[in-house]
């Protein structure tokens, strides 16, 4: 696997330095894309195992985001596989971070995106539209909210609120 460039500031160092600010994601995640490390201001979607809409959001320009997709922790069918991710890398989102799993490693692997996920499931989603999006997301004691700072490398997820005022 790749880095996605060298001014990439480690989470622990980020930990280290906004200790009292910053949020660590206790969720065990999988580096599953070609990036190890990535970052960017963060999109969210929300669905139980529906990713129509989310085929949506990654047609859109990324400029740079992370798309953090929380489907609640479920292991039954894949939120995202190599066509949806090989999308979202043509159109500039950093990565995905998804409280689910995913499918199609070996393409995601070798795609020019950070993807973090639980695990794997070769099911596919359902498609009946449902979800939200821009909506504050938690999972593993982090809050993830939109416009906000995500840090992924090998040692975890880091969110730091964007500074006020």
Not at 13 to 18: G, I, S
Not at 53 to 76: T, Y
Not at 132 to 145: K, P, Y
Request: aromatic share 4%; with cysteine.
């Amino acid at each position: 696997m790749k880095m996605a460039g060298s001014t990439h500031v480690s989470t622990t160092d980020l930990v280290d330095q906004y200790e009292d600010s910053i949020q660590s994601c206790d969720v065990q995640l999988r580096d599953l894309g070609g990036f190890l490390r990535f970052s960017g201001r963060i999109a969210t979607f929300r669905s139980p195992v529906d990713n129509l809409q989310l085929k949506a959001i990654v047609e859109e320009p990324g400029d740079g985001r992370v798309l953090v997709v929380d489907a609640g922790g479920s292991l039954h069918a894949a939120m995202a596989g190599g066509n949806m991710v090989a999308r979202a890398a043509a159109n500039g989102w950093a990565g995905l971070v998804v409280n689910g799993v995913v499918r199609d490693t070996e393409e995601l692997a070798a795609m020019p995106i950070g993807v973090k996920a639980i695990g794997t499931n070769p099911r596919r989603s359902t498609k009946d539209g449902l979800g939200e999006r821009d909506v504050a997301v938690e999972f593993g004691s982090v809050v993830f909210r939109p416009g906000e700072f995500l840090a992924a490398d090998e040692d975890g997820v880091v969110v730091l609120a964007t500074p006020t005022g």
